[in-house]
Each structure stands twice: as structure tokens, then as C-alpha cells.
């Protein structure tokens, strides 16, 4: 394999991942920088290229176009309209629905047949949107999800609990947004059930604290993106090098004709099989209550 990555959008999420991919062991060969400000995207690749000397990983840097996706085993997708402090993420649908029906065509013409990773928010939807432009299969479309909400939740847990976040299994799931929530009937720590370990109004709190941090960042600094470009390089590196992890990223609900962020195998191909967890009856209607709000705004957006 080529192991050829694109990202379209060197903004700081997108080069926030591709610092994140120079920092580690990674199996990508190539990595192309898509902009519409061409200067930008050269710069950025100039930039990185400088780092090769002293990264871990080598690999070969530079700006394209969508014409590069023809052989490109992943398309990683943060381009957009940003989001603006006080805006949900569900506010920047109109704007990015329009966006993004070009640019798949564009990367679709070249004869790309690989992944694509959809970051740009509101994203369960852009997602779900990048699938039916695309006409790829609809485990080969995958969005990050709640994978960075989810981080978040571990460590917050991790504090809580004085247990390093890597030992600690639990999941944030359903809307990368507002409605996503905690699943603690599958939550443990070492084998021990979070529930035995945290009482209910701490658990609020926490879950409370991953939903939300993402709009007291934005309030302090504007934007988040060191985060999710680690999380990013993550997947992707999970992806190339088939590690068949549990991830909660955004996948297809055949069920509901959503994605969203939920449990789920990730390897070379993509999607292997989202897992069929036991969640409580409360959970599972939180669940549907989030997956009606993405619902709701893919038939706004094909309206």
C-alpha cells in the first residue's frame, strides 16, 4: 500500500494533525496539503518538510490538489467554515453542506477509491452528507466523532480516580455536539465498574465537562484543534496500520440513516462492525434523542 494521506484545509486542525503525524511512529509515506489558498498550503508543507531531520517518522511532504486524491489511501477532511464563538456546530451546516458537495465532486472525478475522514463540523452530518456525494460504501466514510469527546471523558476520569486515562474504558457517544452523553452502564476502570467508583452527581459533572469543553476553549482562545489533531493521527494510524481498535468515531446507524459517534472496530477498510453494546433504557433513549437531532438537520439540509 501507499500509504498516501491528504488533508484538505491547512488551517489549524488540519496542521495540528500533520505536526501530530511528524511527532510519532507512523506508516504514512506521503502526506499532501489541499487548500484553496494555494500559498498556505505550500507554506505548510514547507514548514513540516523541516521537521523531517529530527521527526521519528520520514515521509514525503508537499501541496496538491484534489487531482492527487486519484491514489490517496485517506482523505482527511477539515476544511469548512469555522466555527465562531456563541455558534453551535449544528449553525454551520447550512454553510458547509454547499462546501462540500463541490469538494467531494472534485475528489470523487480523480478516481479516488479509498477513506475519507470528515472533520468539519457540524460533522456527524457532514459525514452523512460526504457518503451520499461520494457514493463509496458506507463503511469507507467515517467522521472523528466523539473520539476527542471521549478522550476527554477518560481523562476527566483519570483525575478523578488517580488511574492513568489508558486504563480507563468509557465512552462518550451520539452527536458530536449538545446531545452526546456518557454511556456509564459500559464504563470501567481495571475491570471495576465506574458506577461502583463515582456517584451519580460526580458522573453529571464529568460527562457534563466533555460536552462542554470544546465552547470554553473556543471562548478562551478562539478554537480547539491540538486535541482532535492528535486524535486524528491516532485514527489514522489505526486505519493504515489495521489495528482493528474500538474507537467512537461517527459511523452508519443502517438502522436510524444517521452516523453518529458510537463504539465501533476501525481497521484498514474502515468500519469492521459497530459493536453491539447492553446500554441501559435510559441511555438508549438519550440515544435516540440524539440521533432525532441529526435527523432533524439532515432533513433541513435536504430541504
Not at 477539515?78 to 453551535?88: N, R, S, Y
Not at 451520499?132 to 460504501?137: D, H
Amino acid at each position: 500500500m501507499a500509504n498516501k494521506v491528504m488533508i484538505v484545509g491547512t488551517g489549524n486542525v488540519g496542521m495540528s494533525y500533520g505536526f501530530s503525524l511528524m511527532h510519532q511512529r507512523t506508516s504514512v509515506n506521503e502526506l499532501v496539503l489541499v487548500d484553496i489558498n494555494t500559498e498556505d498550503a505550500e507554506g505548510e508543507a514547507i514548514d513540516l518538510r523541516d521537521c523531517l531531520a529530527v521527526s521519528p517518522s520520514f515521509m514525503k511532504i508537499r501541496a496538491g490538489s484534489y487531482e492527487d486524491a486519484s491514489d490517496c489511501d485517506l482523505v482527511v477532511i477539515t476544511a469548512g467554515a469555522p466555527q465562531k464563538p456563541g455558534e453551535t456546530r449544528m449553525d454551520l451546516l447550512k454553510k458547509n453542506a454547499a462546501i462540500f458537495k463541490d469538494m467531494i465532486g472534485q475528489i470523487m472525478a480523480s478516481g479516488f477509491d479509498g477513506i475519507f475522514l470528515v472533520v468539519s463540523n457540524p460533522m456527524d452530518v457532514l459525514t452523512y452528507l460526504t457518503w451520499r456525494y461520494s457514493g463509496l460504501p458506507p463503511e469507507r466514510v467515517i467522521g472523528s466523532g466523539t473520539v476527542l469527546d471521549t478522550a476527554r471523558l477518560r481523562f476527566r476520569l483519570s483525575q478523578r480516580l488517580h488511574i492513568h486515562p489508558k486504563n480507563i474504558h468509557a465512552y462518550q457517544v451520539g452527536e458530536h455536539g449538545d446531545t452526546e452523553f456518557a454511556l456509564w452502564s459500559c464504563a470501567t476502570a481495571g475491570g471495576q465498574s465506574i458506577m461502583d467508583l463515582v456517584d451519580n452527581a460526580e458522573r453529571l459533572e464529568i460527562e457534563d465537562y466533555a460536552r462542554k469543553e470544546a465552547y470554553t476553549i473556543i471562548e478562551k482562545k478562539g478554537a480547539t484543534y491540538y486535541g482532535i489533531g492528535s486524535c486524528l493521527a491516532m485514527i489514522t494510524n489505526c486505519i493504515l496500520d489495521d489495528e482493528n481498535r474500538v474507537l467512537t468515531v461517527s459511523n452508519y446507524d443502517e438502522l436510524s440513516d444517521t452516523y453518529n459517534g458510537y463504539p465501533a472496530v476501525v481497521g484498514r477498510n474502515g468500519i469492521v462492525r459497530r459493536l453491539g453494546l447492553q446500554i441501559s433504557p435510559d441511555e438508549q433513549i438519550r440515544l435516540n434523542g440524539s440521533i432525532r437531532a441529526l435527523q432533524d438537520a439532515i432533513k433541513e439540509v435536504s430541504e
